[in-house]
């Protein structure tokens, strides 16, 4: 059971924006930076947000992240059939000194 | 560029140890004074941090799996490795390899393809 809760699915339709939530708690996303990740299927994971909001080289700037209190999210707009994927959030915990992924996030373009 | 290759035996019979080594090729483990970690996905599920080693040794593991848990490093072979204890159909997964920064709180920007491993007699 992740302590980085995300919901398990999140659906659109091409040029919408989505939005996926990642609930955290004081020790983790309330005092640390947040990660993004994006797999598609049989692949390994592919970092799209550093630092909660920062993208690496590479990732198109109509995908965002931000944080507020102990709940991060990460936008997707202008949404394209590459998109479909699944999203996973990440960030250090200080109480267990170790690092947390969300249970992920299966995104449908409809 | 950077690249990290898992590798090991992908089947395991129950209550023996698990044993993996990742190749990081186009770079020094050691000269970039970088962490290293290990993280698993069993199938169809979601990611799994097992533990992270620096280059010099400093280790950090899931409290869920310390007990079971060692990660250590050959500067000389340009790897890193982990085994695993007394594993269970439970342990059976992906496992990735990743690379981290200087800290182990930089997060993880560089993996290896994955390695299917399955507990099973």
């Known amino acids: 059971q992740s302590v980085l809760t995300q919901p398990p699915s999140a659906s659109g339709t091409p040029g919408q924006r989505v939005t996926i939530s990642c609930s955290g708690s004081?020790?983790?996303?309330?005092?640390?930076?947040v990660y993004w990740y994006q797999q598609l299927p049989g692949t390994a994971p592919k970092l799209l947000i550093y630092?909660?909001?920062q993208r690496p080289s590479g990732v198109p700037d109509r995908l965002s992240g931000s944080k507020s209190g102990t709940s991060a999210s990460l936008a997707i707009s202008g949404l394209r059939s590459e998109d479909e994927a699944d999203y996973y959030c990440a960030a250090w915990d200080d109480s267990l000194s170790g690092w947390l992924f969300g249970g992920g996030t299966k995104l449908t373009v409809l | 560029q950077l690249q990290l290759q898992e590798s090991g035996p992908g089947l395991v019979k129950p209550s023996e140890t698990l044993s993996l080594t990742c190749t990081v090729s186009g770079g020094s483990i050691s000269s970039t004074s970088n962490y290293w970690g290990w993280i698993r996905q069993p199938p169809g599920k979601g990611l799994e941090w097992i533990g992270s080693i620096s280059y010099s040794g400093s280790t950090y593991y899931n409290p869920s799996l310390k007990s079971r848990v060692t990660i250590s490093v050959d500067t000389s072979k340009n790897q890193f490795s982990l085994k695993l204890y007394s594993v269970t159909a439970a342990d059976t997964a992906v496992y990735y390899c990743?690379?981290?920064?200087?800290?182990?709180?930089?997060?993880?920007?560089?993996w290896g393809q994955g390695t299917l491993v399955t507990v099973s007699s």
């Open positions: 630092r909660t909001n």
């Open positions: 004081s020790s983790n996303i309330g005092s640390n930076y």
């Open positions: 990743a690379r981290q920064g200087a800290v182990v709180t930089h997060w993880f920007d560089d």
